[in-house]
């Protein structure tokens, strides 16, 4: 089953603490995004790397840092530098290609700092 | 980057045909615009896409005028299920460009 998985669905953690988010997918997407939407909100981009060992800022990536190591995998580290940290983290990833591309979510990662 | 404009609410009942317009005044020539939806606590999903005049699939329809300077996503006969946020993109076909995700239009089925 191809897809894209994102876990934990939940994490809780103290605030000051580094905490990494995981995003997995088996699409062979060359591209992949990492979001944040928070309540009521619509999705703003963090950051995105469209080949393996690059990547690119978003409009919101202070706070933030990502890898991109392999094709299959870009975890999103939420750093303590970042305010606000709550919020619900969506990952996804479509493919390179000339035409114009759709992006595949995961299910998304709730993280709750207090 | 082309901006979207879209309803922030809509409400409707089950059976009846679903149109929300979304406005890009600045659409570049080779852009596309896409639909997507999404369900709470979920990621969204691509619905439909197109460039001009009207594309069908078994979900929806999407209505672009010859300006392209909007767009009309149609859901024909809905039902509660979807009750869901539907966010119009513009699609930029320069892969370096980024999409954008506004805060999309919140359909509210009724029975």
């Known amino acids: 089953d191809g897809g894209i998985t994102q876990s934990p669905k939940y994490l809780f953690r103290k605030e000051g603490q580094n905490v990494t988010l995981s995003c997995e997918q088996n699409?062979?997407?060359?591209?992949m995004y990492w979001y944040r939407q928070d309540p009521g909100q619509g999705l703003r981009l963090i950051y995105y790397?469209?080949?393996?060992?690059?990547?690119q800022k978003g409009d919101i990536a202070e706070g933030y840092s990502v890898s991109r190591e392999k094709k299959e995998s870009f975890p999103l580290t939420v750093t303590s530098a970042q305010k606000n940290p709550t919020a619900f983290y969506l990952c996804?990833?479509?493919?390179?290609?000339?035409?114009?591309?759709?992006?595949?979510f995961g299910p998304g990662t709730r993280l709750t700092v207090t | 980057l082309a901006k979207t404009t879209q309803p922030i609410s809509m409400d409707s009942y089950e059976g009846q045909e679903v149109n929300i317009t979304c406005s890009h005044n600045?659409?570049?020539?080779?852009?596309?615009i896409t639909w997507y939806q999404q369900f709470p606590s979920q990621g969204p999903r691509f619905i439909i896409q197109?460039?001009?005049t009207k594309v069908t699939n078994e979900v929806a329809s999407l209505f672009i005028p010859a300006d392209r300077k909007s767009s009309t996503l149609s859901l024909p006969r809905v039902s509660l299920s979807d009750t869901a946020v539907y966010y119009c993109?513009?699609?930029?076909?320069?892969?370096?460009?980024?999409?954008?995700f506004g805060k999309g239009t919140r359909l509210h089925i009724l029975p």
């Open positions: 996804a990833s479509s493919t390179s290609t000339n035409r114009v591309h759709e992006q595949y």
């Open positions: 600045n659409i570049a020539t080779n852009d596309y």
């Open positions: 197109g460039y001009k």
């Open positions: 790397s469209q080949i393996v060992n690059d990547f």
């Open positions: 993109l513009v699609d930029p076909m320069n892969r370096d460009d980024k999409i954008i």
């Open positions: 699409l062979n997407h060359d591209a």
